[in-house]
RNA sequence: UGCCCGAUAGUAUAAAGGUAGUACAACGGUUUUUGGUACCGUUUGUCUAGGUUCGAAUCCUGGUCGGGCAACCA
């Protein structure tokens, strides 16, 4: 670690209150999820942000859900929350809930009403919003501003009661009508919700809201550096505000700006209709830019750091681009998966100068880019060989370094063949590429001192087994699909998924381990689907590899 | 037309008044039994107008542009 690397604005907030001794050298930072949806890339920012800070700087991190609204959340999303923070490699010092807090929550606002600085307010909602005025113009007092602190009481308590239905009463800060910030204007504390908690029961109809409930989780916890999004910018002054009156713990609120990926979308709204309309086949459809997704997809949690680390943080809104989140994860798999090959798109290829029935075994090593290879695997090699449909042409352009009549290539691991004719049906497709191979050229052993441009992938049919194999694409065709003027939806990639039903594999591949990334030589990294079985392999591509063939460009038009 | 954030290559992110650097992308080359990897190289940038200063991406002022804020959501 000779190189220094330059801190983020967070680390040296942090660096600064270590150097003056502020919290006594203690650094507690929270992961805040509200359990209403699958986490997705962008909270993984959050994840590494809030985790890796702590940390570096020999803190811990809790993590709390932020469960004040009974009516969109739900167990399965805690379960899926968990399992994917740790997934990602994290550990944290405390699994707590907002709603653990009710009652001390309950106890600060009485303090509040009980300092003059909240009451409890009959109007509707639409009174109220009413009553805030618009940002040129202060908002007005009602009636209901001036109740004396005993009437407030007894009313907040009839409303933790449930002598009220819902939306009947609402308890409010006292602030101040005319700020120019919204969110100052006699702010919401609680509201009536008759509804079942996925924790607290029905214990509750009175729940707090987002403003009521976060900052004093954070005291509470004696949270330290409490970092958000930078849409809580304006809530800061409230968050402060709360703590001061209440004299808590003053943790304070850092904002960072939040990921974007271009070609997707992120917000849990967006994500949450992709799922229920059917345009994808759940949360972790491969697709999706959840966390789960990714998973499925064969991104590794390493790579997804790896991610989180390079893009930075700042407060300046940002549209990465998902070629670096690909080039994560191929520099992970690059060092760790092992090669394999696999014809996704099958022609057949006979070698006629090879004897019929005959069977040799080549060896492959599993990775090249390890010292030793991590060992190898035999390969079975005949007469008959899948090869891939696109590395053979009838009129091969200029630098087609693969096949076509006259031209020679080298089977991978295996000898060197040439072209020397095919086989077409009626429709004119072609069936069959016949070719002669050198016996001298064996991998390894190879003493026919030729050499040839390309190297090809290849599988035999007497061996292979066969497999499903699912591509995947981005999942929009434009950028940023929610700032176009249409519906997002109306920009979804039709071919975001191609599934290719008749693959051939090594036969090796048959014992793949879930979970493990495989490079299928010339192809691409993939990974076995949850839906694979032994009867019937599905493998996910994960992503491509890099590829710098192209085709010639046919003569331009318009002479 | 109130308040609050922000503005550095195509995309991100550094440079705390002193050589505008790094990564991804793009392009070119070397190596290669993966048109992969590795390695080398090239192109491209401080929103704008003033001011302060020996010196400004950085500090100040005005403007422009982008984003946020008036949910009984978080």
Sequence with gaps: MSEERSLNFLEE????????????????????????????????????????????????????????????????????????????????????????????????????????????????????????????????????????????????????A?????????????????????????????RIKHAHHHRTGDTWCLYPMYDFAHGQSDAIEQITHSICTLEFIPHRDLYN???????????????????????????????????????????????MPTISGLRRRGYTPASIRDFCDRIGVAKRENMIDVSLLEFCIREDLNKTAWRRMAVLDPIKMVITNYPEGETETMSGENNPEVEGGEGGRDIPFGRELWIEREDFMEEPPKKFFRLGVGLSVRLKSAYIVTCNSFVKDIEGNVTEIHCTYLPESKSGADTSELKVKG??????????????????????????????????????????????????????????????????????????????TADKLVFNRTVTLKDSWKAPQPPKGGA
């Design 455 to 532: 190297t090809i992938h290849w599988v035999s049919v007497a061996h292979a087994k066969t497999a499903e194999v699912r591509l995947y694409d981005r999942l929009f065709q434009v950028e940023d699909p929610s700032n176009e003027d249409n519906d997002f939806k109306e920009y979804l990639n039709p071919h975001s998924l191609q599934i290719l039903s008749n693959a051939y594999i090594e036969n090796d591949l048959a014992t793949a381990i879930p979970g493990k990334g495989y490079q299928f030589i010339r192809k691409g990294y993939f990974t076995l689907d949850k839906h694979s």
């Design 241 to 287: 505000w709360f703590i001061e009156q209440l004299e808590i713990f003053p943790s304070k609120q850092y904002e960072f700006a939040r990921l974007n990926l271009n070609y997707t979308v992120m917000s849990k709204r967006k994500l949450l209709q992709l799922v229920t309309e059917g345009h994808v086949e759940d949360w972790d459809d491969p697709r």
């Design 162 to 190: 449930g002598k009220y239905p819902d939306g009947a009463k609402v308890l409010r800060a006292k602030v101040d009508l005319a700020s120019p910030n919204m969110h100052l204007r006699d702010p919401l504390m609680y």
């Design 13 to 160: 907030i942090v660096e600064e209150d270590l150097r003056t001794g502020k919290h006594a050298g203690r650094v507690l930072t929270r992961f805040p999820p509200e359990p209403n949806g699958y986490l997705h890339i962008g909270h993984a920012k959050s994840i590494c942000l809030n985790f890796g800070l702590a940390l570096k700087y020999g803190g811990k991190t809790n993590l709390r859900f932020d469960d004040t609204n009974p009516v969109k959340e739900d167990i399965e999303y805690v379960d899926s929350i968990k399992e994917d923070v740790k997934w990602l490699g994290f550990e944290w010092a405390n699994e707590l809930y907002a709603s653990d807090y009710f009652d001390k929550l309950y106890d600060f606002a009485v303090i509040l009403i009980k300092k003059g600085l909240a009451y409890v307010d009959d109007s509707s909602a639409e009174e109220i919003a009413a009553q805030k005025g618009t940002p040129t113009e202060a908002g007005t007092a009602n009636q209901f501003r001036s109740r004396s602190v005993a009437e407030n009481l007894a009313l907040f308590a009839d409303m933790k």
